[in-house]
């Protein structure tokens, strides 16, 4: 009986082992450094989500006080009030 070259001897050589080991490590490390990175980028565009909901308030509050201040302006106009 001649040796087969798809038989693979039972035994499994310490070198072998630790690349494997080495090979799973890296993936490992590089998965969660992924998500890692997920997770922090969604954090950050919350933060940033809040700051320009936060603007978006100021904005609104301020073009309501322009459109008040308009509507005033134009009934004096009307009634031929000067505000000088």
Same mark, same amino acid.
């Given at each position: 009986?001649?040796?087969? $070259? ?18 799973? =490590? ?11 990175? &997920? ?7 919350? &933060?940033?989500? $809040?700051?320009?909901? $936060? ?16 509507? &005033?302006?134009? &009934?004096? =106009? ?7």
């Amino acid at each position: 009986m001649g040796t087969d $070259e798809n038989y693979k001897t039972p035994v499994i050589w310490r070198t072998t082992y630790e690349e494997s080991k080495k090979r799973w =490590r890296i993936v490992f490390t590089l998965a969660n450094l992924f998500y890692l990175g &997920i997770i922090a980028s969604l954090g950050f565009s919350f &933060i940033h989500h $809040e700051k320009t909901q $936060e603007s978006f308030a100021l904005q609104k509050q301020e073009l309501d006080e322009l459109k008040t201040k308009e509507t &005033i302006y134009s &009934i004096l =106009r009307n009634k031929g009030v000067s505000l000088n």
